[in-house]
């Protein structure tokens, strides 16, 4: 290996799984890659291709829970990374976060090279500050970065999301063919109501699917409403809080398609190459956050005039941008699909809503 990278991406499981194919651009590089993740992403950091090792580190400027700033905690972030002796870093940023204070914090460890996206005026915290057109992909995003010093995919790689896959064996939910709904999401602005995933999932199982309904330790109740397992007999299976990320991977891996909104678990279906029914409320640009690189069913009002309103929750009644699905258009989309002609790999075939 010919230097020791710093990549840094503080925020949520999606955001680190998008971050990976920029990982892979520098590892090809020769360099030895560490990955600064926040405690929401470290499932996902374990979990990239091209990562030596994984540091972890909660930044006040970027957890959405209000954690204070903590002094002694960024001292001590401080002198690990100066003990690494990094040869430089790239601090992968969305369009909406600021990369400023963790440059300060690379650049008082005294890493040599620090590069980001900045449209703010960095003074001498950056040494490469980027600039990208507003409308990119967060992939094509952290990729323009890294690009910036040289560092590109080699020409076999295509670019797509990719993960660590485990060896251990992971039991299916059904023997025969079944669709995934994941119901949660980290902001309730970004989700399906739980009745409407509940009456889709109904619907799929009319339609001849078996369901498996997923979320974390903390959907649980959300789940078990969803499933309403003891309505179908061994059609629906009830998962919430029951796989780790790397389980979910598998469950997603075997699963003909995913019905899921703006969450982690869609770009997890990305990176094992599942099909994905996009629920999509537009509080930030599909265009920036779609599934990367596989099939997508895009439902949702994408022109709605509020869209764009980065809002944790819907201000307005009765979540307008998806009150024009229906469980109809969510079985629609996952035969679309699974059934027929299918779309070029990362193409977005269909909107509705």
Do not use: K
């Not at 590892?27 to 540091?55: F, I, M, Q, W, Y």
């Not at 970004?190 to 889709?200: E, G, Q």
């Not at 649980?220 to 029951?242: I, K, M, S």
């Amino acid at each position: 290996m010919t230097g020791r990278t710093l990549i840094v991406r503080l925020d949520n499981l999606g955001d680190v799984l998008l971050a990976g194919p920029a990982v892979r651009a520098v590892a090809a590089s020769e360099r030895t890659v560490t990955l600064l993740c926040g405690p929401n992403g470290r499932a996902a950091a374990d979990l990239l291709v091209g990562v030596h090792a994984v540091c972890e580190f909660r930044a006040p400027w970027i957890d959405p829970d209000g954690h204070p700033v903590d002094a002694p905690a960024i001292d001590a972030l401080v002198g690990r990374i100066a003990e690494l002796a990094f040869d430089d870093a790239f601090v992968l940023t969305s369009f909406h976060q600021s990369a400023l204070p963790m440059a300060l914090v690379l650049r008082l460890a005294g890493v040599p090279t620090i590069a980001a996206i900045s449209t703010d005026f960095p003074g001498t915290l950056l040494d490469v500050r980027h600039g990208v057109p507003d409308d990119l992909h967060e992939v094509e995003r952290n990729l323009s970065l890294v690009g910036a010093l040289d560092h590109r995919l080699p020409l076999e790689d295509d670019g797509s999301l990719r993960i660590e896959r485990r060896r251990e064996p992971v039991r299916r939910p059904f023997a025969s063919p079944y669709v995934v709904v994941h119901p949660g999401a980290t902001m309730s602005a970004r989700a399906w109501s739980w009745d409407r995933h509940r009456d889709a999932v109904a619907a799929l199982v009319a339609a001849g699917w078996c369901v498996a309904v997923t979320g974390g330790g903390s959907e649980q109740r959300l789940t078990a409403a969803v499933a309403d397992a003891a309505r179908h007999r061994g059609r629906v299976a009830d998962l919430g809080g029951r796989t780790t990320f790397a389980e979910l991977a598998a469950v997603l891996a075997g699963a003909a398609a995913l019905v899921v909104g703006n969450t982690g678990a869609a770009h997890l279906a990305a990176a094992v190459g599942t099909p994905v029914v996009s629920l999509y409320a537009p509080t930030v640009p599909f265009g920036r956050w779609r599934p990367w690189q596989v099939p997508t069913e895009l439902l949702g009002d994408q022109a709605i005039a509020c869209a764009g309103c980065r809002a944790r929750a819907c201000p307005a009644d009765g979540h307008p941008c998806l009150a024009g699905v229906g469980a109809a258009d969510v079985v629609e989309a996952v035969e679309r699909l699974t059934v027929g002609s299918m779309a070029p790999m990362g193409d977005v075939v269909r909107r509705a809503g």
